[in-house]
């Protein structure tokens, strides 16, 4: 059978990670799986009960390509509360999760060839759907010196490198290195894309997971900026599949069309659930104080260990570390750690594949006691 190039992308480790600790855990091992980005809690309680109401009612259908009115109102309302920035709801579709905003503004904004610039380390689902897309991408290191995120100086000289830029993806708070993007950097690079005529994409899916620094939308600074947002995180809604976009007026209609025919709707029962969470947060930033704990946790003992937390913590919640001190493999560190003490890691190569042989990351969404266990298991492992 003849496959296509475009199912010869990279495997997205942190997922083939989950498997196999999914796999063990059924098996009756006692896995502790700090390798994707999955909050323990369950939704917020207005949610489920949302939610129960909806399937009491129990007609649950399509809605329309660009989602429920009224979810895209309630965002809207959250900008203006949370941001003081007013938003049409008709510049808002809703999305089946942030994967699906990321698919449509890559088919909306580019074509086969164009180049988009992201940071490595970096998601690394950015990379493999746009190879999957045609789309060149351009990594650009961040580290310390440039504070771990992308700079108009870096873009200007990838562009010598490379030649011309498209698009321009950041995530902040970012992952996997925490990175939460100052808002004078961020107004920076978002006048440097408007004024280059390159597509800018915010994504602010760890958005009220911030823990150092000052939390800005990219929509601050104009509304030519495509953001990108996710019910996942901070809402502890995964499984739901449930996100949004906001975009400028002149891309909705694209984007609508696309959305028609790839997804016809994000689910409605998600939709119903998502616009009760946002009234949540009270009982969300509970979960956001225990991730805090976590945090503190992993920065003291981490480092005792042996591991170099490789970047700032500031935001989301994981701890992005070096691993030189005990192997030039992560992948084989991982599957080891998983396979010895039950303890799941996400290898550094999803991240950096040109330095993530050293590095790990792990997340921190568990419970505190799961992180306690956990780093008690590697502190007898290494020993």
């Given at each position: 059978?003849?496959?296509?190039?475009?199912?010869?992308?990279?495997?997205?480790?942190?997922?083939d990670?989950?498997?196999?600790?999914t796999?063990?855990r059924?098996?009756g091992?006692p896995?502790?799986?700090?390798?994707?980005?999955q909050?323990?809690h369950s939704a917020p309680?207005?949610?489920?009960?949302?939610?129960?109401?909806a399937?009491?009612?129990?007609r649950?259908?399509?809605?329309?390509?660009?989602g429920l009115?009224?979810?895209r109102?309630?965002?809207?309302?959250?900008?203006?509360?949370?941001h003081?920035?007013?938003?049409?709801p008709g510049?808002?579709?809703?999305?089946?999760?942030?994967?699906a905003?990321?698919n449509?503004?890559f088919?909306?904004?580019?074509?086969?060839?164009?180049?988009v610039?992201?940071?490595?380390?970096?998601?690394?689902?950015?990379?493999?759907?746009?190879?999957?897309?045609?789309?060149?991408?351009?990594?650009?290191?961040?580290?310390?010196?440039?504070?771990?995120?992308?700079?108009?100086?870096?873009?200007?000289?990838?562009?010598?490198?490379?030649g011309?830029?498209?698009?321009v993806?950041?995530?902040?708070p970012?992952?996997?290195?925490?990175?939460?993007?100052?808002?004078?950097?961020?107004?920076?690079?978002?006048?440097?894309?408007?004024n280059?005529?390159?597509?800018?994409?915010?994504?602010?899916?760890?958005h009220?997971l911030?823990?150092?620094?000052?939390?800005?939308?990219?929509?601050?600074?104009?509304?030519?900026?495509?953001?990108?947002?996710s019910?996942?995180?901070?809402?502890?809604?995964?499984g739901?599949?449930?996100?949004?976009?906001v975009?400028?007026?002149?891309?909705?209609?694209?984007?609508?069309?696309?959305?028609q025919?790839?997804?016809?709707?994000a689910?409605?029962?998600?939709?119903?659930?998502?616009?009760?969470a946002?009234?949540?947060?009270?009982?969300?930033?509970?979960?956001?104080?225990?991730y805090?704990?976590?945090?503190?946790l992993?920065?003291?003992?981490?480092?005792?260990?042996g591991?170099?937390?490789?970047?700032?913590?500031?935001?989301a919640?994981y701890?992005?570390?070096?691993?030189a001190?005990?192997?030039?493999?992560?992948?084989?560190?991982?599957?080891?750690?998983?396979?010895?003490?039950?303890v799941?890691?996400?290898?550094?190569?999803?991240?950096?594949?040109g330095d993530?042989?050293?590095?790990?990351?792990?997340?921190?969404?568990?419970?505190?006691?799961?992180?306690n266990e956990?780093?008690d298991?590697?502190a007898?492992?290494?020993?």
């Open positions: 059978m003849r496959l296509s190039k475009r199912g010869a992308v990279e495997p997205f480790h942190a997922m990670v989950l498997a196999e600790a796999k063990r059924a098996a091992r896995v502790i799986s700090m390798a994707v980005g909050p323990v309680q207005v949610a489920l009960q949302a939610a129960r109401a399937l009491d009612h129990g649950i259908g399509y809605t329309d390509a660009l009115l009224s979810l109102r309630a965002i809207a309302g959250f900008y203006r509360a949370r003081g920035i007013e938003i049409d510049r808002i579709a809703i999305t089946t999760g942030s994967s905003g990321f449509l503004a088919l909306a904004l580019f074509d086969a060839g164009d180049r610039a992201i940071a490595r380390p970096g998601y690394p689902a950015y990379r493999n759907i746009l190879a999957a897309l045609g789309i060149e991408t351009v990594e650009i290191e961040v580290n310390a010196e440039n504070g771990f995120t992308l700079t108009p100086e870096a873009l200007e000289k990838a562009a010598a490198d490379h011309r830029i498209h698009g993806l950041l995530a902040s970012a992952n996997p290195t925490g990175t939460v993007t100052r808002r004078e950097n961020l107004a920076a690079l978002s006048g440097y894309c408007r280059n005529d390159i597509a800018f994409i915010s994504d602010e899916i760890y009220g911030t823990f150092v620094g000052e939390e800005a939308t990219a929509l601050s600074f104009g509304e030519d900026a495509v953001v990108i947002n019910f996942s995180k901070y809402y502890c809604m995964t739901w599949r449930i996100g949004w976009m975009l400028p007026a002149a891309l909705v209609r694209s984007v609508e069309r696309i959305a025919s790839l997804y016809i709707s689910p409605e029962l998600s939709q119903i659930a998502a616009e009760a946002l009234g949540a947060a009270g009982e969300l930033d509970v979960h956001r104080d225990a805090r704990r976590n945090r503190d992993l920065a003291e003992r981490l480092p005792v260990l591991f170099t937390v490789a970047s700032p913590m500031d935001g919640f701890a992005y570390v070096n691993v001190r005990f192997t030039n493999d992560s992948m084989d560190f991982a599957r080891r750690m998983l396979a010895e003490i039950d799941a890691a996400t290898p550094g190569l999803d991240f950096d594949p993530g042989h050293h590095a790990l990351r792990f997340s921190y969404a568990g419970s505190h006691e799961e992180m956990a780093v298991r590697i007898a492992w290494l020993r």
